[in-house]
C-alpha cells in the first residue's frame, strides 16, 4: 500500500479506525473523513489528512476529494465505512427515519463513490471498496429502511462498476454479518455482540481486496457470524 492514496470514510467508526491503524504503517497516504472532528484530530499524523465532512452534503463530499487531490496529487482508493442504523417495525418508521437512513446510507455513499470515480478516472485506476453490509442482499424484519437504503448502494455500485471498468476503477463489496462496533449502540434491536464478527475480520477482508492482484477484481466479499448465517 506503499505512496497510495487511501481515503477512508467513517474512519472514526469501529471499522474505519480499525482499517486505518492498519493502514497507518504501510506507507500509504491516508484522507480520513467523518463529521467527529475530536476524533479526526485523534487519528491525524504524519502523511495523514482528516478533513471533517458529512456525507449527506455533496458540496461537503467534493470537497473532500478537492482536498485530497490537492494533498496527495491522487485518490487510488475509496473505503466507504460510513452509516447508521434505524431497526423499527415497517408501521413504526417515520418519513424522518427513512429520509435519514436514505440521506447517510443511500445518498452518502452515492456521492462518495460519483467523486472518487471523478479524481480516479484521471489516473485510468482506482479501486471502490463499498462496505454494505449483508442487509444489502438479505432482509430481516425491522430493517426495512436500513435495508432500502443497503440494496440501493448494491444497485447503484454494480452500475457504476459496469461503466468504469474502462478506467480500470474496480467496486468491491462487502457482506458483513454484524460487526462489534459502535453501530449497535444506538440499535434498538436485542443483540448480543459477544457473537458478532470483529471489525479485525472485517479489516482483513478489504486488506485482501486491495492487495489481490491486478488482474483479479473481487466483487463481492460475504462474511457472516456463525450465530446468525444468512444464506
Ligand atoms: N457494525 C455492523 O454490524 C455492520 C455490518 C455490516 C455493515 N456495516 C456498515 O459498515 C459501515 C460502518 O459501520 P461501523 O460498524 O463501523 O459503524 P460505526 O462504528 O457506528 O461508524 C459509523 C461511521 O460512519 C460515520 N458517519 C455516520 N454518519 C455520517 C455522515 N453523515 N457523514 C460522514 N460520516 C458519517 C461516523 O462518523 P462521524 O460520527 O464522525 O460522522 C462513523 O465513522 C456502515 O455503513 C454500516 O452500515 C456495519
Redesign the pocket.
Known amino acids: 500500500m506503499e505512496n497510495k492514496v487511501v481515503v477512508i470514510?467513517?474512519?472514526?467508526?469501529?471499522?474505519?479506525s480499525a482499517l486505518t491503524q492498519k493502514l497507518a504503517p504501510t506507507g500509504a497516504k491516508l484522507v480520513l473523513?467523518?463529521?467527529?472532528t475530536d476524533?479526526?484530530a485523534n487519528l491525524a499524523g504524519e502523511d495523514v489528512l482528516a478533513v471533517a465532512?458529512?456525507?449527506?452534503d455533496p458540496q461537503q463530499v467534493d470537497n473532500l476529494f478537492t482536498q485530497a487531490v490537492d494533498r496527495f496529487g491522487k485518490v487510488d482508493v475509496l473505503i466507504?465505512?460510513?452509516?447508521?442504523?434505524v431497526m423499527k417495525q415497517y408501521n413504526k418508521l417515520t418519513p424522518e427515519d427513512l429520509d435519514f437512513m436514505l440521506d447517510?446510507?443511500l445518498k452518502?455513499s452515492f456521492y462518495t463513490t460519483q467523486a472518487a470515480a471523478k479524481a480516479m478516472k484521471e489516473n485510468r485506476s482506482g479501486h471502490i471498496c463499498n462496505?454494505?453490509?449483508?442487509?444489502g442482499k438479505h432482509p430481516m424484519t425491522m430493517a426495512s429502511a436500513y435495508c432500502a437504503a443497503?440494496y440501493g448502494v448494491v444497485g447503484f455500485s454494480k452500475c457504476m462498476a459496469d461503466e468504469l471498468k474502462r478506467y480500470g476503477i474496480k467496486i468491491t463489496l462487502f457482506y458483513?454479518?454484524?460487526?462489534?462496533?459502535?453501530?449497535?449502540d444506538n440499535v434498538s434491536l436485542k443483540v448480543d455482540r459477544k457473537k458478532?464478527l470483529s471489525?479485525q475480520t472485517a479489516v482483513d477482508a478489504i486488506w485482501f481486496a486491495l492487495n489481490a492482484e491486478p488482474q483479479a477484481i473481487p466483487m463481492e466479499i460475504n462474511i457472516q457470524p456463525e450465530s446468525h448465517m444468512f444464506l
Open positions: 470514510v467513517g474512519a472514526t467508526g469501529g471499522i474505519g473523513a467523518g463529521r467527529n476524533k479526526l465532512t458529512d456525507i449527506t466507504n465505512a460510513a452509516g447508521a442504523g447517510v446510507n452518502g462496505v454494505v453490509g449483508i442487509l443497503k458483513f454479518g454484524g460487526v462489534d462496533t459502535p453501530f449497535w458478532m471489525p
